[in-house]
């Protein structure tokens, strides 16, 4: 079992910037991928972003490349969304997740064993 707590949403003007963190607890050591997911109001969730937790690998969705970045501290089990330029559209609750398995489509919900419980972001214009 992998648990995941995370932190840090809030409201922000656009433009500005806001940076997710998400705590795993757990058979950590298991874990090949973590990324994190959006919901916004009234929609389905939706990839943002995924990275290994032992490679050199990251990935993002056309919509937050350029402007999200995600970074990890393995030594922390932590993982970071970096969020930049933020929009209006970027209004979501967000949420974390742990795959276990290598390979993975990432961008894929099913490929995720465990998920955290959310945290909201509302971005004004």
């Known amino acids: 079992q992998v648990q995941l707590v995370e932190s840090g949403g809030g409201l922000v003007q656009a433009g500005g910037s806001l940076r997710l963190s998400c705590a795993a607890s757990g058979r950590t050591a298991r874990v090949n991928f973590m990324a994190w997911f959006r919901q916004p109001p009234g929609k389905e969730r939706e990839f943002v972003g995924v990275?290994?937790?032992?490679?050199?690998?990251?990935r993002y969705s056309d919509s937050v490349k350029g402007r999200f970045a995600i970074s990890r501290d393995n030594a922390k089990n932590m993982v970071y969304l970096q969020m930049n330029s933020l929009k209006p559209e970027d209004t979501a609750v967000y949420y974390c997740?742990?795959?276990?398995?290598?390979?993975?489509?990432?961008?894929?919900?099913?490929?995720?064993?465990?998920w955290g419980q959310g945290t909201q972001v509302t971005v004004s214009s």
């Open positions: 990275i290994s937790w032992s490679r050199d690998y990251t």
């Open positions: 997740a742990a795959a276990m398995k290598d390979p993975i489509v990432s961008s894929r919900r099913s490929e995720y064993d465990y």
